[in-house]
């Protein structure tokens, strides 16, 4: 099956930078997308790449290399609202289904 | 317009006992998904419907689980027989078709004493 790597937990300041990454077999997915889930809450949609390369939405940026399985999330300023879950996703080729990772928790510190 | 709702947003059943889930997705969505996430853990994909049919089931854990839908809208999650390894949060997803973004209900939290 298709295994999803990510780091357990993250902890960063406010106001810094985070990359948060993820990994998964080269077998892998059509395209890769980040969820944000606050504790207690549902997962909310963060990004989606379906190519190469990085794209950046506001403070969140996300990069994906298919070839290399990899993938990072990247936190720009961060605000102590940031603190949460991010979980990173795939659909295994031929499904319509997403495979999603253990997910990051992330602390941010005043 | 109304997002991804789900219902009861919290059971408590005595091991043993049948439950029932629901989940009343986005208007217009025409696939929908289930998802098991255990305290601490990532999401475990359970079945998903594109309309009415389940073209993929593969994720549900025992012939004690089952899901249907009707209309091309409401889906009821069924666990016959509830043991305390089903205790987790139930979420729902909606989609405009398969592989687009999904948006997510509040989830059910079962509880099997």
């Known amino acids: 099956g298709q295994n999803i790597d990510q780091p357990t937990e993250m902890t960063a300041t406010e106001g810094a930078i985070v990359q948060i990454n993820c990994t998964y077999q080269?077998?892998?997915?059509?395209?890769l997308f980040w969820y944000q889930q606050h504790a207690g809450e549902a997962p909310t949609f963060l990004s989606y790449?379906?190519?190469?390369g990085l794209e950046e939405k506001g403070r969140f940026s996300s990069f994906l290399s298919r070839s290399k399985g990899y993938s990072y999330l990247l936190l720009k300023e961060l605000q102590m609202k940031d603190s949460a879950s991010y979980l990173c996703a795939g659909p295994p080729p031929g499904t319509d289904k997403l495979i999603f990772g253990t997910g990051t928790r992330l602390q941010v510190f005043p | 317009g109304a997002g991804v709702s789900q219902s009861p947003s919290n059971k408590v059943t005595e091991k043993g006992k049948d439950v029932e889930l629901r989940c009343d997705p986005i208007?217009?969505?025409?696939?929908l998904y289930w998802y098991r996430q255990s305290l601490g853990q990532g999401l475990e994909f359970l079945i998903y419907f594109q309309g009415n049919s389940a073209p993929d089931k593969s994720g549900l854990p025992s012939d004690r689980f089952s899901a249907e839908r009707t209309g091309g809208s409401v889906s009821t999650l069924t666990i016959q027989r509830t043991q305390q390894e089903d205790s987790a949060v139930y979420l729902c997803?909606?989609?405009?078709?398969?592989?687009?973004?999904?948006?997510f209900g509040p989830g059910t939290r079962l509880t099997v004493l």
């Open positions: 080269t077998s892998g997915f059509n395209g």
């Open positions: 208007s217009g969505h025409t696939a």
């Open positions: 997803a909606s989609s405009t078709d398969s592989l687009n973004t999904q948006y």
């Open positions: 790449n379906v190519l190469d």
